[in-house]
C-alpha cells in the first residue's frame, strides 16, 4: 500500500520561502507520476505542481516562476521549492501519486494515493 508524508509546511512572511518534502513509500515499482495540490478551506482544490517519471513538469500559472517541483529516484521523494512566497499561497498542501499513463499532471480526480498535508501560512 502506498504512504507519501508530507513534511516543511510552517508560516512565513511574504516574500519568504519553504521547501516542502513528500516521502514516498509502499510500492515496488517507483514509475509513478507526483504532484503537489492545496486547499483552503470552502475553495476546491488546486494543482500546484507536478513531475512525471521522465522529470517533465507542470505548474500552475499562479506559482509558474516562483515554485519549483524535484523528486529524488533514489529516496523517493519528491520535492516543492517555494519562494517569493505571497499571502494568497496560504493553504494545506498535498503531495499525491498515481501510476495512470501518461501522466495526468495537475488534474488531481486521476491521482490514487494522497498524503495527509501539511499548512503553509504566508502573513503579510
Known amino acids: 500500500q502506498a504512504h507519501l508524508v508530507e513534511s516543511g509546511g510552517g508560516s512565513v512572511q511574504a516574500g519568504g520561502s519553504l521547501r516542502l518534502s513528500c516521502d514516498f513509500s509502499?510500492?515496488?515499482?517507483?514509475?509513478?507520476?507526483m504532484g503537489w495540490f492545496r486547499q483552503i478551506p470552502g475553495k476546491e482544490r488546486e494543482g500546484v505542481a507536478a513531475?512525471?517519471?521522465?522529470?517533465?513538469?507542470k505548474y500552475a500559472g499562479s506559482v509558474k516562476g516562483r515554485f519549483t517541483v524535484s523528486k529524488d529516484d533514489i529516496k523517493n521523494n519528491f520535492y516543492l521549492q517555494m519562494n517569493s512566497l505571497k499571502p494568497e499561497d496560504t493553504a494545506k498542501y498535498s503531495c499525491?501519486?498515481?501510476?495512470?499513463?501518461?501522466?495526468?499532471?495537475?488534474?488531481?480526480?486521476?491521482?490514487?494515493?494522497w498524503g495527509l498535508g501539511t499548512q503553509v501560512t504566508v502573513s503579510p
Open positions: 499525491a501519486a498515481t501510476s495512470t499513463a501518461p501522466c495526468p499532471f495537475l488534474n488531481g480526480h486521476l491521482y490514487d494515493f
Open positions: 509502499g510500492v515496488t515499482d517507483y514509475s509513478y507520476c
Open positions: 513531475i512525471d517519471t521522465y522529470g517533465s513538469t
